[in-house]
């Protein structure tokens, strides 16, 4: 199943969603000054929250992707979008680009908040992608879930998963 990607553009970034992962594209000057050219894949199931500051007209607002394990670091609250420049889990948004931002956190934060399928930004259902029809059925790797198996009755996929050993 070929995936719809939603993405914003921000200030020192680019962040791409297409159901499974997010990725942080740093390209351009404002990147390398703060972060440094890269991208940053993030699996959706290591994503533990989604920090938003909205912009305001007269300053950046920012998006932050909260990783288990991660250190978060905060300051006085005028140091927050400061603090967010540098780090390599966020991006900063401008007021301009405030809708673009929100319908990807909405985004993300409904495939966080949604069941062990993967979430498809093209229609905001979460169902994983059928096997091929000549599939018999039985217990196969969850398309949206890499540590599950997944039941194919034969015809769909059912809601009955299990660890996959």
Do not use: C
Request: charged share 20%; aromatic share 10%; proline share 8%.
């Amino acid at each position: 199943m070929i995936r719809h990607m939603i993405s914003a553009r921000g200030h020192n970034g680019t962040v791409h969603f297409d159901g499974r992962f997010v990725s942080i594209d740093r390209t351009g000057f404002v990147a390398r000054a703060t972060v440094g050219r890269s991208e940053k894949r993030i699996p959706l199931r290591s994503i533990q929250a989604v920090q938003w500051k909205p912009p305001s007209s007269m300053i950046y607002g920012y998006i932050e992707f909260t990783i288990a394990g991660g250190i978060e670091f905060r300051g006085r609250n005028s140091l927050l979008t400061s603090e967010a420049a540098g780090n390599e889990n966020a991006v900063i948004v401008r007021k301009s680009q405030t809708k673009a931002f929100e319908a990807l956190r909405n985004a993300i934060e409904s495939a966080l908040a949604g069941s062990a399928d993967s979430y498809s930004p093209n229609t905001g259902v979460s169902t994983p992608p059928p096997p091929p029809s000549s599939v018999p059925a039985g217990w196969y790797p969850d398309p949206g879930r890499s540590d599950l198996q997944r039941y194919w009755d034969g015809t769909r996929w059912t809601e009955h998963t299990a660890p996959r050993g």
